[in-house]
């Protein structure tokens, strides 16, 4: 069974005080978080989504202690981020320094994750760069060496327990002249192998997939047009009937806005959606009563909700 119209929420690093470079209005990281989850409650979010709220690390403790106190609030908590290894029984038991692995992040409360941001793809070209710049002009190679790496974490995480927001999409130099055969050839990459080796079963209910136009995120770039993102819908969607993944829901993950989110959510087969910040010029930042504002404005608040059940 799909998840029900997705609302994600990713908080990146925004707990960061705007006195120390960041956008966070408070300059102590709980109170924000607790404050941003008390207006969710007072504003109650409608009720034909669900929520998925993606947090540093720092604040997860926090989040996941308010909503267990708060039980009416419809939102569900999850990492932005996890490594390809976690510990195991009869294994390695722990020796992970410094790194976030699924387990871990499960026992802090979080029931779902995120992987293949293109913050996180574009870490690992960056490693690969600097390690061997020849690599980088076989794009086919980088490509699979990530997907590696992605489907590694997609087990970990459906070994924890956790659902996993799958994050794909291409940059401007990737699509190209835009065309369908361009950008098909692209998400068809990202996305080969990452589920080949799960059933079904395993990932009924348990994976999203949000499309990241990266050539568009950022101040000032232009936003894909109605036909782009049917195009994209389109292309997903024909790879997922292929492999009979049907329960797999696509959100959009560029960034949904008051301007935008009424006909992003008018095209078919695009589910929900991704929100990071709901201010873009002046106080930057993600302020909860503009985010209620934006999902109140979809079309998925007035769907059906046994429809995409």
């Known amino acids: 069974m799909k998840v029900k119209h997705p609302i994600c929420i990713n908080l990146k690093r925004f707990e960061i005080p705007r006195s120390l470079g960041g956008v966070s209005s408070q300059t102590k990281p709980v109170e924000w978080i607790v404050g941003i989850l ?10 034909e989504c669900d929520y998925i709220l993606l947090l540093p690390e720092s604040l997860l403790i926090t989040a996941n202690k308010w909503l267990m106190q708060h039980p009416q609030v419809p939102v569900s908590i999850g990492s ?3 490594i390809a290894e976690d510990v195991a029984i009869e294994g390695n038991f722990g020796a992970f320094t410094g790194m976030r692995t699924a387990k871990s992040v499960k026992i802090l409360g979080c029931s779902w994750t995120m992987i293949g941001h293109s913050e996180e793809r574009k870490m690992y070209k960056t490693l690969l760069q600097e390690f061997d710049s020849t690599t980088m002009q076989d794009l086919n190679k980088v ?3 990530i997907n ?15 659902k996993t927001l799958v994050c794909i999409g291409e940059t401007l130099e990737e699509r190209g002249d835009a065309s369908y055969s361009e950008v098909k050839s692209v998400l068809d990459a990202q996305l080969n192998g990452l589920f080949a080796s799960f059933t079904n079963q395993e990932l009924d209910g348990n994976v999203i997939i949000a499309y990241e136009p990266v050539w568009s995120i950022g101040p000032g ?20 009937s292929i492999y009979n993944l049907h329960t797999i829901s696509l959100v959009y993950g560029g960034g949904l806005r008051l301007e935008n989110v009424e006909w ?18 002046g106080d930057i930042g993600f ?12 079309q998925w608040v007035f769907l059906n909700r046994e429809d995409k059940c």
């Open 38 to 47: 008390e207006e969710f409650s007072r504003q109650q979010l409608p009720n």
């Open 80 to 82: 932005q981020s996890i």
């Open 143 to 145: 490509t699979r060496f």
């Open 148 to 162: 590696n790496r992605l489907q590694n974490e997609i087990r970990r995480a459906l070994e924890a327990g956790l």
């Open 221 to 240: 770039r232009p936003i894909p047009t109605p036909e782009y993102l049917s195009m994209v819908s389109q292309i997903v969607h024909e790879y997922l």
């Open 264 to 281: 992003i959510s008018r095209i078919p087969g695009i589910e929900g959606g991704l929100v990071a910040l709901t201010r873009f010029t």
């Open 287 to 298: 302020y909860p009563d503009e985010f209620i504002s934006i999902v109140r404005k979809s």
